[in-house]
């Protein structure tokens, strides 16, 4: 290999390795939570308009996955609440494929990950519920009619929750959670 080559390959690997550990900071994986939009003047709309990618490469065990397999479920995409287990495997793969295909946008994501032009289309489904304690809450219409509801919390950049099926208990829609086999907990 010449010394042309090898300094190209040395810093395409240098790049590529920094776009791995660095996340855009325009990303909310950049936050770290699936949280608010602040600069909104209605609160919700477009509230995930920053949001993803999610998928088995991309935060496959989060809590994060579990906000989008809620909005599967609420969507007919997944049949089971036991469905909703914060990893990202073949099911919810294939799940998120046909509802981009059919419901998110058709024609143009395949992928099989929740991209974030898949979370711009979900919110679009998030209705205003009502206050909550020290949250907010928002109602997501699903086509199955299987209405599900997020609490979202007050401040500006409030991180959004989903609600574990199998415990009942209120869960932060974060991105990482470590090397847990089932994030959801």
Known sequence: MSKVSRAVATGAAALAFALL???SSATAAG??????????????EN???DEGP????SYPTSNAVGLWQTVLYADGYLRFLSDIDCVFGPGTAEATRRWN???GSPGTLESGRAEMLSFIN?????????SYNSTLQYVYYGSSAR???????????GAYYFKNPAT??????????????????
Not at 54 to 57: E, F
Not at 122 to 130: E, I, Q, T
Not at 149 to 154: D, H, M, P, Q
């Open 31 to 44: 936050e770290g939570y699936i949280d608010a939009d602040p600069g909104l003047s209605n609160g919700f």
């Open 122 to 130: 979900a919110d679009n489904r998030l209705r205003f519920g009502g």
């Open 168 to 185: 009942g208990a209120w869960l932060s829609a974060v991105y990482s959670n470590g090397e847990k086999a089932n994030a959801c907990g």
């Open 21 to 23: 550990i660095n996340p």
């Open 147 to 157: 209405p599900v509801t997020f609490l979202r919390g007050k401040s500006d950049h």
């Open 47 to 49: 509230d995930w308009n």
């Open 101 to 103: 295909r059919e419901v």
């Open 54 to 57: 999610l998928g088995q490469a």
